[in-house]
């Protein structure tokens, strides 16, 4: 005979938990995106339900950047008091506990009678404030206030530092860029040049795919591309290079299609490529081999050469970004990896003189924040 067992789901503290972390983790998202109106405004709801309050608002030195609560004339009366409301607190970083005479509207209708103003603070400055509105304030209730707002100011907090790693990551890229087109342009275009006379046709061809590169290369917005989008333009890049050293040039490609949707930091496969190529061709004659393979949650990169290969020390100083390094490239690639994934997920560089030079990299297939742009 079977019973049948009736699920437990844990006590009343464990479910109260269970729904407060769920709650925060509904606002989460939003406050990552910055204290902007917009962003406010979609946390606010999960805000108020973490306090249970008639209503909160959260202010900053411009005015009420998001109401959430009583509506109708309620609203209207308490959120144009906001902003004055909230002054003190902007200014001294205390939090305030008003009563009636401070915030009541007058009418015996409307909920909300007293406020707990707490402030929310980023690197030691106040940004903004948390009021949260109710009919009777207690002692949990500021306790509750100052909490969430404690909690609201480190999410923002990680969105200032989200903000600056973008900022940092496009100054990689610029320098990057800045680095890479000198050597490449030039060389493309003395290749072109030499077809011209001899076979227009195959100019035209390779005028196109410097286009194409350069398009890719230099384009505006977005930090991130799919493998498959920067493998094509890898090909274009080694078109122009096998134009311009013949048979000198063997290029070997061992890709996973399991792997060609994987999001991944814009322009970190072709300097790899490019440096290959530099360094490969040194003795005149090389062949690169380029591989990316499927690992269940990661994909591995690597990109090797047969050449001359490169003392460890000059590669350390390459990844670690001092100047005058031969390797195009190399610390960008590596300090753009480790800001998007953590100090694990940078180059590992495997060379010796006179062994060639294997260059890998792991991307997570899934990663928070990681999208390609259009």
Not at 191 to 220: G, H, K, M, N
Not at 290 to 311: F, K, L, Q, T, Y
Not at 321 to 326: A, C, I, M, N, Y
Request: hydrophobic residues 40%.
């Amino acid at each position: 005979m079977f019973t049948r067992r009736r699920k437990h789901f844990g006590t009343p503290a464990d479910k109260a938990t269970y729904a407060t972390l769920h709650t925060a983790s509904l606002a989460s998202p939003h406050l990552r995106e910055g204290l902007t109106p917009g962003a406010a405004g979609k946390a606010s709801r999960h805000l108020r339900d973490l306090l249970g309050t008639a209503a909160i608002a959260i202010c900053d030195s411009s005015g009420v950047l998001a109401w959430d609560g009583v509506g109708g004339p309620y609203e209207s009366n308490h959120r144009r008091d906001a902003k004055a409301l909230a002054a003190p607190t902007l200014r001294s970083g205390r939090t305030a506990v008003l009563g009636a005479h401070d915030v009541a509207c007058g009418d015996p209708q409307c909920p909300i009678r007293t406020a707990v103003v707490a402030p929310i603070v980023t690197e030691e400055r106040v940004v903004a404030v948390l009021v949260a509105y109710s009919n009777n304030t207690s002692a949990a209730l500021v306790r509750a206030t100052e909490e969430v707002a404690r909690w609201v100011s480190g999410q923002v907090e990680l969105a200032e530092l989200n903000k600056e790693r973008t900022r940092a990551m496009e100054a990689e890229l610029r320098a990057l860029r800045a680095q890479i087109s000198p050597h490449f342009i030039y060389n493309a275009l003395a290749a072109i040049a030499s077809f011209v006379r001899t076979d227009p046709e195959r100019a035209r061809e390779l005028l196109l795919e410097f286009a194409d590169f350069s398009r890719y290369a230099l384009r505006r917005g977005g930090e991130f591309t799919t493998l498959a989008d920067e493998l094509r333009n890898v090909e274009r890049y080694l078109v122009l290079e096998q134009a311009r050293f013949g048979d000198r040039l063997k290029v070997s490609l061992q890709i996973a299609p399991e792997v060609l949707p994987v999001v991944i930091p814009f322009l970190v496969v072709q300097p790899l490529v490019e440096n290959a190529v530099r360094h490969g061709l040194e003795a005149g004659a090389g062949s690169i081999t380029i591989r990316a393979r499927d690992r269940i949650n990661e994909a591995e990169i690597s990109v090797e050469d047969d050449g001359a290969g490169s003392d460890p020390e000059v590669i350390r100083a390459a990844l670690s970004g001092e100047t005058g390094s031969d390797s195009v490239g190399l610390g960008n690639v590596d300090a753009r990896l480790r800001q998007v994934y953590g100090d694990t997920y940078g180059l590992v560089v495997e060379t010796a003189l006179e062994a060639g030079t294997k260059v890998t990299f792991r991307i997570p297939k899934y990663s928070s924040g990681v999208h390609a742009s259009p």
